[in-house]
């Protein structure tokens, strides 16, 4: 396998990229002292962030992740517990009705890649009759023993179609892309990369796309972090929720969510490297008039010198 590089690869002649816009898909209110340490239990109302990616130069295309899903009574009972205790959420408009208002049908969606299989990122696979659906392969043991297999899990069983689902296990990953070791180029054009991200949960899964034909990216980072000062602030940290008495953290492998974090900066040091993480209020209220399907995400230079970022 390559080893991983500083740099990000250089545009070919004619390079392809991926035009993006972004999908509304759900609220979350996420409790802040599980998000960075030192938090008191409060709560922001979050969005559940969707993206639709269309190669420059084909018809190929995919969603990636499908936010919330409007009929909580069909998740399993644990996770309805969540949202009843923990993390309360609401649809006023799904990924699906996000891309019929964008002029999008779902039922003709090339792909969709799932970034893991949280209930804010599952949606109802069901519109989308004709995708291939793209899981990180650790994913594959957790839908196996999700529910009602197993009655008290929080992963829903058929969180998308098994028949056209693939799985990218460890030898799918076969190349890296600037600091991440592990990665996937989708296309085989450099126009887009699917990054093994493992710390949050299991088979999670990070998108980084060329924006432009000379030197643009777009990072688009899951549940890496919750919070973006976590990749913009060294001084963060992970929350555990001391606050609140909690022995919970938003990450099933702290250790490896604090490598996945610690890559994610490196990635974003970089000029011309934007990015966006699946619950970016602050993104939503900046950017909620034009970078929303029909519009796209335009490619900006990012001031990475400015104070206050890496």
Known sequence: MAQPSISLPKPN?????MEISALQAGTIHLPNDLIIQGNARTYTACPSLSFYLKHSQSDRHFIFDLGLRRDFDSYPPETKQYHETLMPSEVTQSVVESCEKGGINPAEVERVVISHLHFDHIGDHSPFAKATFILGGESRASLKEGYPNDPLSTTLADSTPMDRTVFLDADDFDTSVGPFPHAKDLFEDGSV???????HCAGHI?????TSTDGA??????????????LTDHSTRIGTAAASGEPYCMHRD????MVDISRARELIKMQRVEFIISHDWKWVENNLSHAFLPGKIASK????????LI
Not at 217 to 230: E, P
Not at 301 to 308: A, F, I, K, N, Q
């Open 13 to 17: 002649p004619n390079q392809p990229y």
């Open 193 to 199: 990369y699917i990054i093994d991200t493992p710390g």
């Open 206 to 210: 990070t998108v980084l796309a060329r």
């Open 217 to 230: 990216w777009m990072f688009l980072a899951g549940d890496v972090v919750h919070d973006t000062r976590l």
């Open 254 to 257: 702290p250790v490896q969510a």
């Open 301 to 308: 230079v990012r001031d990475v010198s400015t104070p206050g």
